[in-house]
């Protein structure tokens, strides 16, 4: 009968590798950094590369469903020698090491890094609400128009 250790529930609570600091991996020849433009599925996704090609990557099969890679990512891919419009995600960046990378003069200065920062000016992406404390608008009577007064109709 089953003689596993149990389902997908027990593999999930494993994320080792998210707490512990690991070093920083610079690109090497036939490498580049990229920021991923969109996710296309099926383990792809459309890169801008910091050479300024736009390429399609592809997520190996020891980053997938274990690193997730989300649109506005740092990544480090590598490049093929036989299609230069493609290429393969080796790893990606989280914000503390691509900001390492743009200090160390690696990315460039107009690289923008996705923090995912949580506002608090509650801005509300500039939707402007009016509050009717007293249940009346501000509009005046006399400028609300009545059904009845519309006789061209």
């Not at 998210?18 to 383990?43: D, I, M, P, T």
């Not at 503390?96 to 460039?108: Q, V």
Request: glycine share 8%; hydrophobic share 30%.
């Amino acid at each position: 009968k089953n003689k596993g250790k149990g389902g997908k529930n027990r593999r999930r609570g494993k994320n080792e590798n998210e707490s512990e600091k690991r070093e920083l991996v610079f690109k090497e020849h036939g490498q580049e950094y990229a920021q991923v433009l969109k996710l296309l599925g099926n383990g792809r996704l459309e890169a801008q590369c910091f050479d300024g090609v736009k390429r399609l990557c592809h997520i190996r099969g020891k980053l997938r469903k274990k690193v997730w890679i989300n649109q506005g990512d740092i990544i480090l891919i590598g490049l093929r020698d036989y299609q230069d419009s493609k290429a393969d995600v080796i790893q990606k960046y989280n914000p503390d090491e691509a900001r390492n990378l743009k200090a160390y003069k690696e990315l460039p200065e107009t690289a923008k890094i996705n923090d995912a920062q949580i506002d608090d000016d509650n801005d509300l992406d500039g939707i402007e609400f009016q509050d009717d404390i007293d249940g009346e608008s501000d509009e005046a009577e006399e400028d609300r128009i009545m059904l009845d007064d519309i006789d061209d109709i």
